[in-house]
């Protein structure tokens, strides 16, 4: 069992910021890539940022320059630092952990989903 806790959304202005963070915990051999995404309703999850083993990063293109990705491999964990937030950055936004079990085995797990809501 591998379970990841998803915490750091919440209800802000226009120009603000918010930092989303996600632990894993469990049955884990190892953690590959990291990520977050984020789907408003009637539409696909979309990436926002991702963040490979070696550090690697790569953001969509409406959140670059504003957010930020980080992992903390000593903890499992993964945040996601939004400054100059926009409404149209309103959603729920979930992590996405690709890992190896204890059983070897390659799994993908997704947070919970925090909502995001910027005001106006």
């Known amino acids: 069992q591998v379970q990841l806790v998803e915490s750091g959304g919440g209800l802000v202005q226009a120009g603000g910021s918010l930092r989303l963070s996600c632990a894993a915990s469990?049955?884990?051999?190892?953690?590959?890539?990291m990520g977050w995404y984020r789907q408003t309703p009637g539409k696909q999850r979309e990436l926002v940022a991702h963040?490979?083993?070696?550090?690697?990063?790569n953001y969509a293109d409406s959140v670059k320059g504003r957010f930020t990705i980080a992992r903390d491999n000593a903890k499992d964990a993964v945040y996601l630092q939004m400054n100059g937030l926009k409404p149209e950055d309103t959603a729920v936004y979930y992590c996405?952990?690709?890992?190896?079990?204890?059983?070897?085995?390659?799994?993908?797990?997704w947070g919970q989903g925090t909502q995001v809501t910027v005001s106006s």
């Open positions: 996405n952990v690709q890992l190896v079990t204890l059983m070897m085995i390659p799994t993908t797990y």
């Open positions: 469990g049955n884990i051999f190892s953690i590959n890539a």
């Open positions: 963040i490979a083993k070696g550090g690697v990063t």
